[in-house]
């Protein structure tokens, strides 16, 4: 079967259904509105409808970012009215029903007492306008459960183009041209990386799929393979054939159910049509994916821990060289992409794809996705153009600090980042560095602080990650980040002495020097960034005068 054919039958197959003739419904159930009721308005709303006899299809999607407004629920007319009630309380979906019934959603009051049922929202916020969505595109719009969807609207046609008309030469060429660098936090160029393991003349080749997405703050991967799973799946197959790989593996978090549970039956979807498994679209490339889940643990997502997971060793870190493209799962030349990185190459190959390394700076090219959280106003998943300043994704995507509060500073990069103060704001996300003292954008983490929260007690809390989530292969991360942790708790005790901010200097610089893998190479970032921008905090902690700061 050819693409075009392929899509045929998903637009004759929708059009079949009740969502073109009738009207439709979209509830938002991700990991994140689970929390907050998502599941129990969706079941409440199955029910009213079934109850009723009402011919309305209830569609199960995705979160399309704007957690800040969970539960949300779509009605969309079969004449092109569109509606968006947020914060829905499951005790409100009847009301709603009988709204919908009488024509007028648009004049539903939603009050009961003094209690708010739901809300309606446009776009007032900005939270939508200053975005570029090209990975999250479709994202909580359509149906999470239904590849006819992704495929009617243009999903797969990237994977159909490939296969059809491209060499894998060609298809690391234009990958090359773009820009795009890897998203899971070290920002290593793919195409080079893809190179590097075509070059290899052994063969099986593999590609490794890391959704562990482990550390906290980070929740850009789950969000994609929970709201736009297919988007993942067509990346992969497109990098496989890049590669040469016929076998894949894509590693979820082991907490990460819904994640694991969507991605299985999208997988499963793409094999019932064609996409994945044997002879992909008359082709003659196959490739098969097996989905493995981690036992938990943050040195997971550092992909020689990872592989050694796969092959069941012991999960911490390889010595390198050699690289995995060289010798990675079973010795094999070995690709490994993170979620985020493979779901841009849909975009990239598509024939508006040339825009994307036009899309951000010099240094660092395409969009990026934010998982901002905090204390702030609108958390949520944003997708920005690279060189987007952080000021104004807290500011004017994030709408800035609670009522009443002050943003002090943001944590950046998550455990293994740092801290930068509310003066250091504008500066722009990018590979590498923010700044000289620790912060990284890393895999995309910006949580807020406002003058609520010690500094001092926000570093030991990352400290406390750290150590707990070390491995224990490498003397000086095992030993390094429980001693730091020791110190930050004398200090939080009213304990600590002023000796102790060298100790946790020279600790943090031994920490990054001496460890194996990136987990301990970065735990030091929040410990010197923490007392450079905020030294006065930490010589109050032990009794340093305000003017003699040692940090």
Known sequence: MSYSQLKARAKKRLSQGLGTQYPRVLVQVANCSQAVGAGEAL????????????KVSVVEAGCDGACYQAPVVLLQHP?????RFTQVVPSGVPELVQGWLEGKPDDLRPWNGESPLWTMDGDKSGFWSLQKRLVLEDCGQISSQDIDEYIARGGYASLGQVLSSLSPEQVIETVEKSGLAGRGGAYFPVARKWQGARAQTKT????????????????????????????LIEGMVIAAYAIGAERGFLYINGEAHLSAQRMIHALRQAEENQLLGDNILD????????VRRGAGGYVLGEETALLNSIEGERDVPRTRPPFPVEAGLWQQPTVINNVETLSNLPYILSPNGADFASLGIERSKGTK???LSGRVERPGLVEVPMGTTIRRIVFDIGGGPL?????????????????LPYSQLDIPIQSGMLDEQGAVLGSGGITVL????????????LAAYNAAESCSKCTPCREGTDRILHILDKMME???????????????????FGSLCGLGQMAGGPIRSGMHHFGDEFAASVGVPKNDRRA
């Open 494 to 512: 009213g304990k600590g002495q002023p000796q102790d901010l060298d100790d946790l200097t020279y600790l943090a610089e031994i920490v990054g």
């Open 283 to 290: 082709s003659g490339f196959s490739f098969h994916v097996e």
């Open 369 to 371: 996705v934010i998982s």
């Open 204 to 231: 099986p080749r593999y590609l490794v799929i890391n959704a562990e997405e482990g550390e906290p703050g980070i929740f850009k991967d789950r969000h994609i393979m929970e709201g736009i799973s297919h988007r």
């Open 43 to 54: 079941e409440s709303l199955r029910r009213e409808v079934t109850q009723r006899g009402l």
């Open 79 to 83: 004449d092109g009215r569109a509606f």
């Open 403 to 419: 009522p009443g509060h002050d943003i002090k500073g943001v944590v950046a990069g998550g455990p293994s980042g740092g801290l």
């Open 450 to 461: 406002d003058e609520t929260i010690s500094t001092v007690e926000a570093v030991r809390r």
